[in-house]
């Protein structure tokens, strides 16, 4: 017998797969996700943060 393979053909798929970028449906979620948490923020009277640097503690404003 020869050496057991480490990676099969669904290795194979995903890689190419991943390699293709998100799907149609997966954008669609992640910017339903976006839109509802620039709604819940407007609603609080505040602005969805937008960069890394407003996303810490350095960046919040109190």
């Known amino acids: 017998m020869g050496p057991?393979?480490?990676?099969?053909?669904?290795d194979d798929i995903e890689r190419e797969d991943d390699k293709k970028g998100f799907e149609p449906e997966d954008l669609t979620a992640f910017h339903q996700f976006v839109a509802d948490g620039d709604r819940r923020a407007a609603d609080a009277g505040r602005q969805a943060r937008?960069?890394?640097a407003e996303m810490t503690v350095v960046g919040q404003r109190r």
Not at 4 to 10: E, K, M
């Open 4 to 10: 057991r393979p480490s990676a099969g053909i669904i």
């Open 50 to 52: 937008r960069t890394l």
